[in-house]
């Protein structure tokens, strides 16, 4: 075995290839707030922190969403087919001004649309991951249905592959087993 640096000694060379990040800009139409919106979307395949909302789709890629101070929401992601999912969950085309004026002077519901007016339910990715949490909430704590659904999604999801945006090496220690 030779010094480090002399001829023929073994260098091993780490190559990370980031694939390209479409990011676009996007205008929701009608009243549209991701903080309220999202302030409660942090689960199994999504989480909002610091006004950013990340969620895996069941692809494994990662896209991720925020909003500017002027209102405009930043898409990324890795495909096409990511932004045309996230803009799905997000709800940006669907205008809800019409309810809005219709029951802004209704008694039971009149204050909830001046409070909540950017307010839109948050999206799942699929039609199985709804059906998955409404079944998995039935007649069980929402504790319990959250676990149940963790579950299902850890066990049916492919393994998810690096984030293009993640270009460096994180290497975990390895664990003895004794």
């Known amino acids: 075995?030779?010094?480090?640096?002399?001829i023929g000694s073994e260098v091993?060379?780490?190559v990370y290839v980031c694939a390209p990040v479409i990011e676009t800009t996007e205008r929701p139409r009608g009243p549209?707030?991701?903080r309220l919106s999202a302030r409660l979307a942090t689960d199994t395949t999504r989480a909002f922190r610091g006004g950013r909302l990340t969620a895996a789709l069941p692809s494994g890629e990662l896209v991720s969403a925020w909003q500017q101070p002027d209102g405009l929401v930043v898409l990324r992601s890795d495909s096409e087919q990511g932004l045309e999912r996230?803009?799905?969950?997000?709800g940006l085309v669907n205008d809800h001004s019409p309810f809005l004026e219709r029951f802004r002077d209704d008694p039971l519901l009149g204050r909830a649309t001046l409070v909540l007016k950017g307010l839109r339910p948050l999206?799942?990715?699929t039609v199985a991951q709804s059906l998955l949490r409404a079944l998995a909430g039935q007649l069980v704590?929402?504790?319990?249905?959250?676990?149940?659904?963790?579950?299902v999604i850890r066990r049916v999801s492919p393994p998810r592959p690096v984030s293009s945006r993640a270009c460096t090496s994180r290497r975990?220690?390895?664990?003895?087993?004794g």
């Open 123 to 125: 999206r799942l990715a």
């Open 172 to 177: 975990r220690p390895s664990r003895s087993r």
């Open 141 to 151: 704590t929402w504790q319990d249905a959250k676990q149940i659904e963790r579950s």
């Open 1 to 6: 075995m030779s010094a480090p640096g002399s």
């Open 86 to 90: 996230l803009r799905f969950m997000l």
């Open 32 to 34: 549209y707030s991701l």
């Open 12 to 14: 091993t060379l780490a």
